[in-house]
């Protein structure tokens, strides 16, 4: 999944660096999961995702649970009503949007536009990233990767 942050590019150089820590009786615990392009390249039996943003785990869980929900596009005008009223949609829809539909995979960062390479037909951008998402989807399911929401609580 695209993701401001993600490890994507640097998987290649970061496997073969924390695989041979990785215990296969204990698994792997990726503190950081965002897009998950990191977790599910690495060999364990048991794998678990962690992130602080509550919307991108839940879309995360979803997509591992039932992608078919997942649409394929988002409008300019779904994007502001969401972006807009954030407390009236599953936490997982107001995720898809936040990262999937937005400039640069940036929380809600703009509406993704985009032209191809002639400069004149446009570019689905926010179907293009739910395309990946759901491609992603089928590497975590595979995987069998256990993801969760981690609040941070203040030290008193």
């Known amino acids: 999944m695209k993701y401001v942050g993600s490890k994507n590019r640097l998987a290649k150089d970061l496997i073969p660096i924390i695989q041979p820590y ?3 009786s204990v698994g792997y615990l990726e503190p950081f999961v965002g897009g998950g392009n990191l977790i599910d390249k690495i060999k364990s039996n048991n794998k678990y995702g962690s992130d602080i943003n ?3 785990i839940a879309l995360l869980e ?3 649970t039932n992608i078919s929900d997942i649409p394929d596009h988002i409008s300019e005008d779904e994007y502001i ?3 807009n009223n954030k407390d009236n949609y599953d ?3 107001v995720g898809l949007v936040g990262f ?3 400039f640069g995979a940036k929380w809600f960062g703009g509406y993704a536009r985009g032209f191809k ?3 004149i037909t446009p570019r689905d951008l926010p179907n293009e990233a739910i395309r990946n998402l759901k491609q992603q989807a ?3 399911i595979n995987e069998n990767i256990l993801i969760k929401n981690q609040e941070v609580k203040e030290k008193t």
């Open 22 to 24: 990785v215990d296969n």
């Open 81 to 83: 009503k969401v972006r």
């Open 62 to 64: 979803k997509a591992q």
């Open 138 to 140: 089928k590497q975590i």
């Open 54 to 56: 509550k919307y991108l």
């Open 100 to 102: 999937c539909a937005t």
């Open 91 to 93: 936490d997982w829809y």
């Open 117 to 119: 390479a002639d400069g």
